[in-house]
């Protein structure tokens, strides 16, 4: 059996959001040729590299930092509409 994966912690989450901040330009670009989604996977790459030097993370692969960052903004979208009944500035808000 696979061992199950750890939660990330939310000091894991605050550093994902920060980095990704970083790469915005790159990363939540709505392009989908094939240098930008080849562009996109080797920032994924450099980010998960970043996020695994840093001391208090515990080691990540870019599909599970992908899929954490795709779930923080989906929940921000979700808690948005509920709380104002539209999607009013959700983006880049820690």
Known sequence: MSE?????????KLSLQE??????HILENKKSGFVS???????????ALE???LPHVTQRDQISLKK???????FKKSNCYRQNGKNENWRWKL
């Open 37 to 47: 989604v080849l562009k996109k996977k080797q920032t994924w790459e450099t980010l």
């Open 51 to 53: 996020f695994n030097s």
């Open 19 to 24: 980095l990704v901040l970083k790469y915005k």
């Open 68 to 74: 954490c960052w795709e779930n923080i903004k989906s």
């Open 4 to 12: 199950k994966r750890k939660v990330f912690t939310p000091d894991e």
